[in-house]
């Protein structure tokens, strides 16, 4: 509309009292420029055709950008387009290693969700082709990830694309579709939504957590208590049920230097004692073995004031962590949780109590940093040290403030073994630039402002004009300029 404005305004400086209105240039403009992209009255053939004229340019052909339409299978209740870019491909895609997933709404008036596939170029997202979906309500469930399985699958086996790491939000479509595709690469989680997602679940009351496999638990940790479990769950549920009302310091104990509230060593295989009578097992008798026990409260003598991370980062978390860590919620929608995770009818029932919801995001953004190529204090860790003194900070840090729903929580659905290895850093050798989907949110912040601020939820085919003719030819020239002086002195 920006141009719409600045037009009118030329025809008012030569024709003070025109005989016809703004609405009527507007519609003259909009008839006029729309023989750019409107190849049909049907805005999804349009689109295809679009794509098909842009895949075989004319000699001599200016303006389309080349591109490659991706056949996709039917699918009922889905409606879907997608196509690469092949000149992004042909000149990077041999050193595209890093490879980022997200979708965006709102860019369209037919509500297509649009997904962006970025390749991870200088420190920077990169688009390498985009898929389109729109769905209906008889719509099948799986539909959506089979659609984006088939869009990595194209970019593996066609264009050779060797992703050592993958990376999305929390959508679990594009997660299983990255499992599915690239099994042998790294899978990430983003930093800030994991953050997001664990500070909303802190402040919302009186959702219980979903089942807590204790005895899955126990065989991973020794230290781990039979009876630490949420109420729900509890033998006794009315008694030890203590809650710390008040935040307790989260405190380190190091002596000589040596940080000594660890998690314990892996203790070796139980020792027995076998029983033969000519070469036949007759008994086997088990020999008892040590407890172990939770550190009591006046163990942690020394504040160590570890930081979660240096640089920015730290600063950011401290405030993204900080606004409104104490506002509560009694519910939220259901899409926020598992099926297992309902409601309380106890009005006495508190998930996590305001004053710890701080450390919990602290601990956990400092667990989701930690790598095997980070030294620690105490030299360097494995990953299997990292993970394991993880999983015992934390519940300990839960056990002492009696935060039973929260670590029933925690454990669930970040700290088990299968949960782990998709947000922490430290499950892989390789250290990721990428942490977060900041490069594709970039990418539609600045396909929204930029490119679509004029125009109110265009036709699809308009959208997909303006993803190959404007969007994409920026970022390829933004490329050539880091490719010629990316990191020079």
Not at 33 to 39: A, G, L, M, S
Not at 257 to 275: C, D, K, R, Y
Not at 404 to 428: D, F, H, I, N, Q
Request: hydrophobic letters at 35%.
């Amino acid at each position: 509309m920006g141009i719409i404005f600045k037009l009118w305004d030329e025809i008012l400086k030569s024709d003070p009292t025109p005989s016809y209105s703004r609405k009527a240039v507007y519609h003259l403009w909009s008839d006029q420029t729309c023989k750019n992209w409107k190849r049909d009255p049907d805005e999804v053939k349009s689109a295809k055709i679009l794509l098909d004229e842009a895949s075989k340019p004319q000699l001599g052909q200016k303006g389309l950008y080349v591109v490659q339409p991706i056949p996709l299978h039917e699918e009922p209740g889905f409606t879907a387009i997608a196509f690469a870019l092949p000149e992004v491909l042909r000149q990077w895609g041999g050193r595209i290693r890093e490879v980022a997933l997200d979708s965006a709404w709102n860019t369209n008036g037919s509500r297509f969700e649009v997904y962006a596939l970025l390749g991870e170029i200088y420190g920077s997202g990169c688009p390498m082709g985009y898929i389109l979906i729109q769905t209906s309500e008889n719509k099948q469930t799986g539909g959506k990830e089979r659609y984006l399985t088939e869009l990595l699958s194209y970019f593996k086996t066609t264009w050779k694309i060797k992703a050592l790491v993958t990376l999305t939000d929390k959508d679990i479509s594009e997660i299983n579709a990255f499992l599915k595709v690239y099994p042998e690469a790294k899978y990430q989680l983003c930093f800030w939504h994991c953050l997001h997602a664990i500070k909303s679940r802190l402040s919302i009351l009186r959702r219980k957590p979903k089942y807590y496999d204790v005895k899955e638990a126990m065989k991973e940790f020794d230290w781990i208590e039979e009876t630490f479990v949420p109420i729900a769950q509890s033998k006794e549920p009315n008694s030890n049920t203590y809650v710390a009302a008040k935040a307790i310091p989260h405190l380190k104990i190091r002596l000589g230097g040596v940080l000594q509230n660890t998690a314990p060593e892996q203790p070796p295989v139980s020792p027995h004692l076998t029983i033969r009578l000519n070469g036949v097992v007759q008994s086997v008798i088990p020999l008892s073995k040590p407890q172990r026990t939770m550190p009591e409260d006046n163990e942690d003598i020394i504040n160590d004031n570890d930081s979660t991370d240096g640089g920015d980062l730290s600063g950011k978390v401290e405030r993204f962590i900080s606004k409104d860590i104490e506002t509560d919620a009694e519910d939220g929608p259901d899409w926020m949780f598992d099926e297992e995770e309902v409601k309380s009818n106890d009005p006495n029932y508190v998930f996590c109590p305001a004053p710890h919801r701080k450390q919990v995001l602290h601990l956990f953004t400092k667990h989701f940093c930690q790598h095997p190529l980070f030294a620690e204090r105490d030299g360097k860790w494995t990953a299997e040290q990292i993970h394991r003194n993880a999983v015992y900070e934390m519940y300990s840090f839960c056990h002492t403030r009696g935060l039973r729903e929260v670590w029933g929580y925690l454990w669930a659905c970040w700290y088990s073994p299968k949960m782990w290895k998709l947000w922490a850093r430290s499950t892989s050798p390789i250290l990721p630039r990428l942490r977060t989907t900041m490069s594709v949110e970039n990418f539609w912040c600045q396909l929204k402002h930029d490119y679509l601020h004029h125009v109110a939820r265009p036709r699809l085919d308009h959208l997909v004009w303006i993803l190959i003719n404007k969007v994409t030819p920026a970022y390829i020239a933004c490329a050539e300029i880091m490719n010629d002086s990316y990191r020079l002195g």
